[in-house]
């Protein structure tokens, strides 16, 4: 079987027409780092590949399916990114580039001939949502939840799954608001195809994938193309285009500038708490004048420590 250092990939031990695909970094909460897109997308080609397998689970290791991106890195750090550029004026097609080959590298799931089902506990949250949102199907503890936080600020889904899975009313809802929902929510409002108890949640999701595994493949394929081509029709491509420009925006914006000057400042954490409490975002030239500010006391912090050598 293929070796991977986000992921696991196998199949099913007792019954081989399932994959199962395993997020595996626990220590994490299985947060995507530069390497995890790449390789969801080999794991997919190495399932698509194999002619036993009909149907690939996707889960998540330790407490829950995948917390998003690592961004207490983007966020605290100061390393230099594509997404995160900090040494030189923005460039927004060097961003686009990097956040679009993660959006394709997830939507590898969606692409795949074979059905794919999201296994969701605990968390499946900011880019972990993408992930889930873009496997066919969705099985969700009860007390499991997903959303996408970073819509109040330094962030835009780039997979722009929510209005194709929600309807755009909802879809607005949780993009205006950046709220999470529990598993019987996103049940109840067709975003998950079942919630169900947490102890239920493996043999129900097994059984789902099971009944499908006795689907021939190439009927599998077709329906799901069908499927897939009114979704295209209905502007995906170019909706997830629109969606990766501006996901770069709002990380270099005025207000995403003030986030990621203000989390480096005084931790992760504390900006999570501000962004998510409801509490006003500063915007526009209050937020410009709160980053001069903390880049000024950033500049006499070091020439602090520079007369201290």
């Known amino acids: 079987m293929p070796t991977y ?66 961004l207490s890195l983007f966020g605290e750090g100061e390393i230099d990114h594509p997404c995160q550029q900090e040494r030189a ?35 499946a949250v900011a880019g972990g949502s993408d992930i889930a949102l873009c496997c066919d199907l969705l099985v969700m503890a009860d007390d499991a939840r997903i959303g996408y936080m970073p819509t109040r600020v330094w962030g835009c889904p780039t997979t722009a799954m929510w209005t194709y899975r929600l309807g755009a009313m909802r879809a607005k809802e949780m993009m205006f608001t950046g709220n999470v929902i529990d598993g019987r929510t996103a049940a109840a409002w067709g975003l998950a195809n079942e919630a169900v108890p947490m102890d239920r949640l493996e043999a129900v ?15 599998l394929a077709m329906h799901k193309m069908v499927v897939n081509q009114a979704m295209l029709s209905m502007g995906l491509e170019q909706t997830q285009m629109m969606a990766t420009v501006f996901d ?16 480096q400042e005084a931790g992760f954490k504390e900006a999570v708490q501000w962004r998510d409490s409801g509490k006003p975002i500063p915007e526009g030239d209050e937020a410009r004048a709160l980053v001069r500010e903390m880049d000024a006391r950033k500049a006499a912090a070091n020439q602090a420590i520079e007369k201290d050598k």
Not at 36 to 57: C, F, Y
Not at 248 to 263: D, K, Q, S, V
Request: net charge neutral.
């Open 5 to 70: 250092t986000t992921l696991r990939i196998d199949k099913d031990a007792n019954q081989p027409r399932i994959a199962r695909l395993l997020l595996n970094r626990p220590e994490r909460l299985n947060a995507i780092n530069d390497e995890m897109p790449r390789e969801i997308r080999a794991a997919v080609d190495w399932a698509n590949a194999d002619d036993e397998v009909h149907v690939i689970v996707v889960e998540g290791a330790g407490k829950g399916f995948c917390g998003g991106y690592d």
């Open 89 to 123: 004026p923005w460039d927004p097609m060097v961003d686009y580039a990097f956040m679009k080959r993660n959006t394709e590298d997830f939507m590898s799931l969606w692409r795949s001939p074979k059905p794919t089902i999201a296994k969701v506990h605990g968390a």
């Open 205 to 219: 999701t097994m059984a789902l994938a099971e009944r499908i595994a006795g689907v021939p493949r190439s009927h």
């Open 248 to 263: 770069g925006i709002t990380r270099h914006n005025p207000e995403g500038l003030w986030f990621r000057r203000y989390a």
